[in-house]
């Protein structure tokens, strides 16, 4: 190429340049990403999200939720199958048939066999009974009594001496209840009658805790009569012989006085309980409360504590194992004892009845200890020796109830041979040591109750 065609070239090059650098500068432009999506990008959303929840629901609605319902119609409208319906149906013929049975008895239990049928009461003669102490020996039996009658019963228990066994056979009964409480301290219930027998009897049980039984003695029924009075309940009080003391009058009528002990190991039962008919007759006489108080002479029978201590229920759990029979003294004190169910018939004359004045309750037939230590004997054949002990304190020379005014006040009688009645009460600690396996007899000092 010549010179003078590249330096032609090269000027125009260089005037192109010029033109370029002569132009003037235009200002960069920079996108601002936040203003484009507030803008356009939000208009878009909000089209969106009101398309989406407003109009195309709406439109679901209108075209489709009718049809929804329509498939699902079709879908649970299935052909009943006519034996499915008869098994239901029959499922629930044999519930309600089997709560009618129920509601109608007990249920055979370890403690009670015997299965009991209750009375269907109208609403007028059915009442609501209260009984302390009702999961207790005598307590458990008087509410056999009162169920089968067809009231509705509640017992009320601490289960200190009573047992849950002894009322397991009403636990599913709709007349029933259970409250577990102490009558040491307020309760607040409508019922129409009070069976006040909340108290231990034994005296092992009631000397282990000497304070506590002279409290549920007065505060227990202090706490039952301000409950009766309230509600304008009557209330049964079951009081005891040990308010004789060891006695100078024989046999025992309910004007004698007594010969207690103020101060003895079996003064916190004795002399409680002579308090607690204190304030029986008190709420009579300042607030006309209705009442009625037993007292109750030895019992035995059925579902007796096997550690009671009491001479029926150690004789016999002794003479079973032939273990020794003990004696605490020369065996020549006397007692005299009746059938539980004697004692039930009883208490339920006086409380349906109109006398209200203290009243004995027992059977007249007497033994000496020893004597009837051989009658246990031979009626378990028993190869058990006799063993005589050193006498306790306070322990009564006699006893034996002058039952005069119950035959005439309540027309009522022991019936229950002593006999007949130990066969009963030898047939069932036969059962409690079959389950338990062995029993320790306990000793005439204070002691626990053991399950």
Same mark, same amino acid.
């Given at each position: 190429?010549?010179?003078?065609?590249?330096?032609?070239?090269?000027?125009?090059?260089?005037?192109?340049?010029?033109?370029?650098?002569?132009?003037?500068?235009?200002?960069?432009?920079?996108?601002?990403?936040?203003?484009?999506?507030?803008?356009?990008?939000?208009?878009?959303?909000?089209?969106?999200?009101?398309?989406?929840?407003?109009?195309?629901?709406?439109?679901?609605?209108?075209?489709?939720?009718?049809?929804?319902?329509?498939?699902?119609?079709?879908? *649970?409208?299935?052909?009943?199958?006519?034996?499915?319906?008869?098994?239901?149906?029959?499922?629930?013929?044999?519930?309600?048939?089997?709560?009618?049975?129920?509601?109608?008895?007990?249920?055979?239990?370890?403690?009670? $066999?015997?299965?009991?049928?209750?009375?269907?009461?109208?609403?007028?003669?059915?009442?609501?009974?209260?009984?302390?102490?009702?999961?207790?020996?005598?307590?458990?039996?008087?509410?056999?009594?009162?169920?089968?009658?067809?009231?509705?019963?509640?017992?009320?228990?601490?289960?200190?001496?009573?047992?849950?066994?002894?009322?397991?056979?009403?636990?599913?009964?709709?007349?029933?209840?259970?409250?577990?409480?102490?009558?040491?301290?307020?309760?607040?219930?409508?019922?129409?009658?009070?069976?006040?027998?909340?108290?231990?009897?034994?005296?092992?049980?009631?000397?282990?805790?000497?304070?506590?039984?002279?409290?549920?003695?007065?505060?227990?029924?202090?706490?039952?009569?301000?409950?009766?009075?309230?509600?304008?309940?009557?209330? =049964?009080?079951?009081?005891?012989?040990?308010?004789?003391?060891?006695? $100078?009058?024989?046999?025992?009528?309910?004007?004698?006085?007594?010969?207690?002990?103020?101060?003895?190991?079996?003064?916190?039962?004795?002399?409680?309980?002579?308090?607690?008919?204190?304030?029986?007759?008190?709420?009579?006489? $300042?607030? +006309?409360?209705?009442?009625?108080?037993?007292?109750?002479?030895?019992? *035995?029978?059925?579902?007796?504590?096997?550690?009671?201590?009491?001479?029926?229920?150690?004789?016999?759990?002794?003479?079973?194992?032939? +273990?020794?029979?003990?004696?605490?003294?020369?065996?020549?004190?006397?007692?005299? *004892?009746?059938?539980?169910?004697?004692?039930?018939?009883?208490?339920?004359?006086?409380?349906?009845?109109?006398?209200?004045?203290?009243?004995? =309750?027992?059977?007249?037939?007497?033994?000496?200890?020893?004597?009837?230590?051989?009658?246990?004997?031979?009626?378990?054949?028993?190869?058990?020796?006799?063993?005589?002990?050193?006498?306790?304190?306070?322990?009564?020379?006699?006893?034996?109830?002058?039952?005069?005014?119950?035959?005439?006040?309540?027309?009522?009688?022991?019936?229950?041979?002593?006999?007949?009645?130990?066969?009963?009460?030898?047939?069932?600690? +036969?059962?409690?040591?079959?389950?338990?396996?062995?029993?320790?007899?306990?000793?005439?000092?204070?002691?626990?109750?053991?399950?």
């Amino acid at each position: 190429m010549s010179l003078e065609r590249r330096r032609g070239r090269s000027r125009s090059i260089d005037e192109e340049e010029n033109v370029e650098a002569s132009r003037p500068l235009e200002p960069k432009v920079r996108r601002n990403h936040s203003s484009v999506f507030s803008g356009q990008s939000a208009t878009i959303l909000a089209i969106g999200v009101l398309f989406g929840y407003v109009l195309l629901p709406m439109v679901l609605v209108e075209t489709h939720w009718g049809l929804f319902y329509n498939d699902v119609d079709v879908q *649970f409208k299935v052909t009943p199958d006519p034996t499915r319906l008869l098994a239901d149906v029959d499922i629930q013929a044999r519930l309600m048939e089997d709560q009618k049975v129920l509601s109608s008895q007990s249920l055979p239990t370890s403690t009670s $066999q015997t299965v009991m049928k209750t009375e269907k009461l109208p609403d007028h003669r059915r009442k609501k009974i209260l009984v302390t102490g009702g999961a207790g020996f005598v307590g458990s039996h008087l509410v056999d009594k009162l169920m089968m009658e067809g009231h509705e019963v509640t017992v009320l228990d601490n289960f200190f001496t009573g047992q849950k066994k002894n009322i397991a056979h009403w636990l599913h009964h709709p007349n029933f209840s259970l409250v577990v409480h102490d009558v040491t301290e307020p309760i607040q219930l409508e019922i129409d009658e009070i069976y006040h027998l909340a108290c231990p009897a034994s005296p092992p049980h009631y000397q282990f805790n000497p304070v506590k039984t002279i409290k549920t003695s007065t505060m227990g029924t202090l706490n039952m009569l301000g409950l009766a009075k309230r509600v304008g309940a009557k209330m =049964l009080l079951t009081s005891t012989s040990e308010i004789y003391g060891d006695p $100078q009058v024989h046999p025992q009528y309910e004007g004698y006085w007594g010969n207690v002990n103020t101060v003895g190991p079996r003064s916190c039962y004795d002399e409680g309980k002579r308090v607690a008919e204190t304030m029986m007759y008190s709420y009579k006489n $300042q607030n +006309k409360v209705d009442i009625r108080v037993a007292r109750i002479f030895n019992t *035995f029978g059925p579902r007796m504590h096997p550690n009671d201590g009491r001479v029926v229920s150690n004789f016999i759990i002794q003479a079973l194992q032939n +273990k020794p029979l003990t004696i605490y003294g020369k065996g020549e004190q006397t007692r005299s *004892f009746q059938y539980v169910s004697d004692l039930v018939d009883g208490l339920h004359a006086l409380m349906n009845g109109d006398y209200d004045g203290p009243v004995n =309750l027992g059977n007249p037939d007497e033994y000496s200890v020893k004597e009837f230590a051989e009658y246990i004997k031979r009626l378990t054949v028993s190869n058990s020796e006799i063993k005589m002990l050193e006498k306790t304190q306070d322990d009564p020379s006699k006893r034996r109830p002058d039952i005069r005014l119950a035959e005439e006040k309540l027309g009522w009688k022991p019936v229950v041979t002593v006999e007949d009645g130990l066969t009963s009460t030898i047939k069932y600690f +036969k059962s409690v040591l079959d389950e338990a396996g062995e029993i320790i007899p306990t000793g005439p000092g204070a002691s626990k109750p053991q399950a």
